[in-house]
């Protein structure tokens, strides 16, 4: 079942995490992990 949509608030600041499953690493490797935060970093950049 999903989570229901998180309410937004101007000016507040969220958390965003990401983690695996029974603690299982979420990235091959350094270049998957720079990568995920290239993208990060672009969409907080198009989205404020």
Do not use: N, Q, W
């Amino acid at each position: 079942m999903a989570r229901k949509l998180r309410i937004e608030y101007s000016g507040a600041i969220y958390h965003v995490m990401s983690r695996g499953d029974r603690r299982e690493p979420i990235f091959k490797d350094d270049f998957d992990r720079r990568r995920f935060l290239e993208t990060l970093e672009e969409v907080c950049a198009k989205t404020g």
